[in-house]
């Protein structure tokens, strides 16, 4: 026996006992009985496949009562009894492919309720009452095909409750109560081929209604109330075919000229009876390039604009209204329904004008369809686009006109919705325009906009004869940014991780950037230390370095406007030497120049001792550079000794060491030593300037050159008020990072002793009167004396020493030479220039090179006296000239060095040429 029925019976209970006589069975219909419950010893191990228990009283199904089925068991009704609750994996039947629980009384499915049916096709729930359905309930149906779900009380469509069902292919949700269909709705269901979710409460379509139905043929919207069709919803429905809209409120999607159907170029039919469509537009079906079945019936429509099916291959066009208006501009229609073979469903008839109502529109004569008056309103001014600030009001004004007497009616919407509550004044007035007419205008009022206030916005007016809509104003309203966080002043050590945060509101969202020191320089991005973070408003720089330090500004720019916050970021750096410190040996008589370059942030604070001491400052010492140049003029054997540079800022202190050796001068006669120390150290400065300066008119123009470099030098050595130094070109400035400009100003120097003392000016030569009681003054040049002491109160000069220094800055430094003071100079400017004149006058000169040879001595003649004066200055000699023939080819126009002009040595306004008199006596002066 293979198939067992027993219907329409009063059987209260299923025994097992009964049943292990047919356990060959394969059919067992218990249907239309009274069973109650199903226990797990209900039914034998058989190889049943099909069982229907519908119809019956059964409120409880026990754990288990099904599992001796398990292994052959394809098909279960459980139709019309009275189960409430079905407990969670309670059918582990893996063969089971068709389940049916209708109408039963489950209002909620609880997760994994169906877990077991792995083999599952179809499920059907119709007319439950379910109003709930969790996260997960159908999870496992691995299989499921066709879900059914109609008659229910559901009211939203969400992933939650689809979650699992990646086979679904049909699903039934009609006749519920859905009203909205969440944005990811449908992420794990993409194979659905037909989707039925008409009669429900749906109002409105928004753009992600849909999204993921690609596979998607067919779908029914029908008897909603759907008023509001996103721009494109459909857009992702490529395979769509069929689309049920009737019996909703979407009169505008056609009246309206949005295109509301881009995107369905595969849709074969469309069904739009029943929307109160007024007028169809030439744009209402674009994008349907393959629609052949088109439903307008149960609409009064009264006008079709020209070319409206223009892009469709309508096979079929159902349409029956009574409402058309036959002006001239319908005059296309019958002749297109004739050409395309559409009229036998179509049912039209004219209602204006008067003489024409209640004509069919396939028989009016087509010289009748005349445009004598437009009953139609037709609008002529419409609303502007605006953009407007947070809290301003905002007015938008819409005109229409109509040769009708019939009552015009208006209506705002906000993208496609009505706006019910919406502040609007109505005004209407007669004009006399080709016949009179009536021009009504109206008003939208928005006061103190806020961002819920952006959208499209559009009027409709309408009368007996039909809508015109406006064109689509949009609103922006902006809000000028303002920070939610603003970056702080931060300081950091040199090598740690700086965190800048900015963040900032505004409407549009503004844009966060950022700013070095007003420029968008910023070295960390060069070198890829910089990280900016947009979701935690945070700027990083990793490897903070002396460079990153600066003024860093957050820049908050919106199209309302921008503001901008700046923060200070401090780089700290334990001081440093920046270059070596080498111990320095000089001789007796000599300058030594100690060098303690320091680097660190901020800028460190130097200090000297020596040997382990404080360092005693006399007149010989002087500090350069901020302390970084400690110079003793005139050493001697007490300056020898460890010296000890102290540099210290708020980070840390850092010391080291120089040893400072002075060697006696070996090649200097002490006789003549003891008599220069006995003379007015002032005096002999004074007079060694004056004769070096003869010196270098009369030789060539090298030492010209010479001149204009040193004084070039001298005023790079001079100091401000403010403590603040520059030093000449060819020393290098460690102050630089400092950002500071000092322009030569006095030419002082400060000392941490106090005093004030000017730095040697631009000469490159000195005249010494000789202790020897020679009637010749001996003529001497200072660079003969490099390594020599000017400034020694001894006057141990050695013209022929000369030792090399591998240092270029110890080389210039001992060129710096000390003046004498201001009123000790005034006082000897006329014994300074009486000097001259005699060095000028005499015919006896020795002159010392600065490659150590000496001039001849040779007298003028008192012919050479009283030439004119025609060589050029550095023409003195010719054997120089071919010696140094490299040089002639200078400029001619040399700037006299500021310390002659002063002196009165050489004519301000003479300064290509030295005095008559100078050049007249040294013109024809021959050289060894």
Not at 209 to 226: P, S, W
Not at 601 to 613: E, V
Not at 620 to 628: C, G, I, M, T, V
Request: charged share 20%; aromatic share 8%.
């Amino acid at each position: 026996l293979l198939v067992f029925s027993r219907v329409h019976n009063t059987i209260p209970e299923i025994n097992a006992e009964q049943l292990q006589v047919y356990l060959s069975l394969e059919n067992l219909d218990l249907s239309s009985n009274l069973i109650s419950e199903i226990k797990a010893s209900s039914f034998p191990r058989m190889q049943l496949k099909y069982l229907n228990l519908s119809n019956n009283r059964i409120t409880t199904l026990e754990a288990g009562c099904l599992d001796n089925l398990s292994s052959s068991l394809m098909v279960v009704k459980l139709n019309r009894n009275r189960i409430s609750v079905i407990p969670p994996k309670i059918f582990k039947l893996p063969h089971v492919q068709f389940l049916e629980l209708k109408r039963n009384r489950i209002k909620i499915v609880e997760s994994l309720t169906f877990q077991g049916l792995e083999s599952l096709k179809s499920l059907k729930m119709q007319r439950n009452g379910i109003s709930r359905l969790m996260d997960g309930a159908f999870f496992g149906l691995g299989s499921i095909e066709e879900l059914e779900l109609e008659h229910n009380n559901l009211t939203e469509v969400n992933k939650g409750w689809l979650y699992g069902l990646r086979t679904l292919q049909q699903l039934y949700v009609s006749q519920n109560a859905i009203n909205r269909i969440s944005p990811d709705a449908w992420e794990f269901c993409q194979r659905l081929s037909e989707l039925d979710l008409s009669y429900n409460q749906l109002t409105r379509l928004k753009e992600s209604a849909f999204v993921g139905l690609g596979l998607l043929e067919k779908l029914n919207l029908g008897d909603n109330r759907i008023s509001h069709i996103a721009d494109g919803v459909f857009r992702g429905l490529t395979n769509l075919q069929t689309l049920d809209l009737r019996n909703n409120e979407i009169s505008w999607a056609i009246e309206d000229a949005n295109e509301a159907f881009v995107g369905l170029g595969r849709l074969d039919k469309l069904i739009l009876q029943g929307n109160q469509i007024k007028s169809i537009t030439k744009k209402a079906f674009s994008g349907l390039e393959g629609l052949q079945h088109l439903d307008l019936s149960n609409n009064a429509v009264m006008s079709i604009q020209e070319n409206a099916f223009a892009q469709t291959h309508l096979k079929e066009l159902v349409l029956n209204t009574s409402s058309l208006l036959c002006d001239c501009q319908l005059r296309w229609l019958p002749q297109w329904l004739t050409d395309s073979r559409l009229q036998q469903a179509v049912n039209v008839s004219c209602a204006h004008p008067e003489w024409l109502a209640g004509q069919s529109l396939l028989s009016v004569d087509p010289d009748d369809f005349v445009c004598d008056n437009f009953p139609k309103p037709q609008i002529r001014v419409h609303p502007e686009t605006t953009v407007a600030l947070r809290g301003m009001n905002v007015t938008l004004t819409c005109t229409a006109v109509s040769s009708s007497d019939s009552p015009m009616s208006t209506a705002w919407r906000k993208d496609s919705e009505v706006l019910y509550d919406a502040e609007v004044e109505n005004f209407a007035r007669y004009q006399q325009q080709s016949g009179e007419v009536v021009e009504y205008t109206t008003v939208l009022h928005l006061f103190s906009v806020n961002f819920t206030d952006e959208g499209k916005y559009q009027c409709i007016v309408t009368n007996h004869f039909g809508s015109n809509y406006s064109n689509k104003a949009k609103l922006t309203v902006n809000e000028l940014p303002s920070f939610l966080k603003t970056p702080m002043d931060l300081t950091i050590r040199i090598g740690a991780m700086a965190r800048l945060e900015c963040a900032a509101e505004g409407h549009p969202t503004p844009q966060i950037s950022w700013q070095k020191d007003g420029g968008t320089d910023f070295p960390a991005a060069r070198e890829r230390r910089m990280h900016v973070m947009p979701e935690d408003d945070v700027f990083f720089i990793a490897n903070v370095k002396i460079e990153d330090m600066g003024i860093y500004s957050c820049m908050a720019q919106n199209t309302a406007g921008g503001l901008s916050a700046n923060a200070t970021l401090t780089v700290l750096e334990t001081p440093s030497f920046v270059r070596p410190l080498e111990d320095r040996t000089v001789t007796r008589g000599e300058t030594a120049v100690l060098q303690c370059i320091a680097g660190g942030s901020p800028a460190p604070r130097l200090n000297w001792t020596k040997d382990d001491g404080p360092l005693t400052v006399t007149e010989r010492h002087f500090f350069a550079a901020a302390n970084q140049l400690l110079i003793i003029v005139d050493a001697g054997l007490e300056d020898a000794g460890k010296y000890t540079c102290i540099m210290s800022n708020t980070v840390g202190t850092e010391r080291g060491h120089i040893y400072l050796n002075v060697l006696a001068s070996p090649n200097c006669d002490s006789s003549q030593s003891g008599v220069a120390h006995e003379e007015d150290g002032w005096t002999t400065v004074g007079i060694v300037i004056i004769v070096v300066v003869c010196c270098v008119v009369g030789t060539s123009l090298v030492w010209v050159i010479v001149i204009y470099h040193m004084r070039r030098k001298s005023e790079d050595y001079s100091i401000t008020n403010t403590e603040e130094m520059n030093l000449p070109a060819d020393i290098p400035s460690y102050l630089s990072s400092q950002g500071t400009l000092s322009e030569p100003q006095e030419g002082y120097s400060n000392s941490e002793a106090g005093s004030h003392q000017q730095l040697m000016a631009a000469a490159g030569g000195y005249v010494h009167k000789g202790t020897d009681g020679g009637a010749a003054p001996l003529v001497i040049c200072s660079d003969c004396y490099d390594n020599a002491n000017i400034y020694s109160r001894t006057r141990e000069y050695c013209p022929y020493a000369y030792i090399t220094e591998e240092d270029p800055l110890d080389q210039t430094l001992p060129n710096l030479m000390v003046q004498m003071p201001k009123e000790t100079y005034t006082a000897r400017t006329q014994h300074d220039t009486s000097a001259l004149d005699n060095l000028l006058a005499d015919r006896d000169l020795t002159v010392f090179l600065a490659n150590h040879d000496k001039i001849s001595e040779k007298k003028i003649s008192s012919q050479q006296l009283s030439e004119p004066f025609q060589i050029p200055l550095w023409g003195v000699n010719k054997d120089l000239a071919r010696s140094h023939s490299h040089f002639l080819h200078q400029p001619s126009a040399r700037e006299t060095p500021r310390p002659l002009r002063s002196e009165g040595i050489i004519d301000s306004d003479q300064e290509q040429a030295a005095s008559p008199r100078a050049s007249h006596r040294l013109r024809e002066h021959n050289f060894d």
